[in-house]
T-cell receptor
Framework: TQLLEQSPQFLSIQEGENLTVYCNSS?????LQWYRQEPGEGPVLLVT?????EVKKLKRLTFQFGDARKDSSLHITAAQPGDTGLYLC????????????FGAGTQVVVTP | NAGVTQTPKFQVLKTGQSMTLQCAQD?????MYWYRQDPGMGLRLIYY???????DKGEVPNGYNVSRLNKREFSLRLESAAPSQTSVYFC???????????FGPGTRLLVL
């Protein structure tokens, strides 16, 4: 059973469209991270959010941490083919210092 | 800086064989991790080392052992490989806490 549920599992869109990926849990997390992974490589950190209600923006990517720190979302505006990849959320529970639990991931494909 | 390096990149084992996956980091990080990644499962923590000389079990430790040889190196050993251990194994390191985890390129293991 995944502690962190990601949805959707797969998303295929055209270049220029917007997309949102969700990461939900019944547990409270002290922090949450988003990673992007490309084929044959390890995940690379995009952002860390630590405060309930926090919103962070990185160019066309907007990350939000829920007020109750149980959920998060990643929104991409005007997606580009370079955004293609597996997006993973990872949460650190309040009772597990240093250890993160990962969601199953959302595979995003952006076609020209 | 090489970051996080893993050897080997690929390995094929027969059921019952043993092997050790090597991981090294040159970023002077305190914490190191071993994950496995299976389709539809995201990354699952096998073992974790908060600092040199300490190790802790993750979600799926059965069938594995680890050694934190020094601050740089963290190895994962399969004593008697089983087909269920066919997976992609990632090593990661971080300063600890909410800090960024830096991942290696992965080891692809097939157990026949």
């Amino acid at each position: 059973t995944q502690l962190l549920e990601q949805s959707p599992q797969f998303l295929s869109i055209q270049e220029g469209e917007n997309l949102t990926v969700y990461c939900n849990s019944s547990s409270v997390f002290s922090s949450l991270q988003w990673y992007r992974q490309e084929p044959g490589e390890g995940p690379v950190l995009l952002v860390t959010v630590v405060t309930g209600g926090e919103v962070k923006k990185l160019k066309r990517l907007t990350f939000q941490f829920g007020d109750a720190r149980k959920d998060s979302s990643l929104h991409i505006t005007a997606a580009q083919p370079g955004d293609t990849g597996l997006y993973l959320c990872a949460g650190r529970r309040t009772d597990s210092w240093g250890k993160f639990q990962f969601g199953a991931g959302t595979q995003v494909v952006v076609t020209p | 800086n090489a970051g996080v390096t893993q050897t080997p990149k690929f390995q094929v084992l027969k059921t019952g064989q043993s092997m050790t996956l090597q991981c090294a980091q040159d970023m002077n990080h305190n914490s190191m991790y071993w994950y496995r990644q299976d389709p539809g499962m995201g990354l699952r923590l096998i073992y974790y080392s908060a600092s040199e000389g300490t190790t802790d079990k993750g979600e799926v430790p059965n069938g594995y052992n680890v050694s934190r040889l020094n601050k740089r190196e963290f190895s994962l050993r399969l004593e008697s490989a089983a087909p269920s251990q066919t997976s992609v194994y990632f090593c990661a390191s971080s300063m600890g806490g909410v800090e960024t985890q830096y991942f290696g390129p992965g080891t692809r293991l097939l157990v026949l």
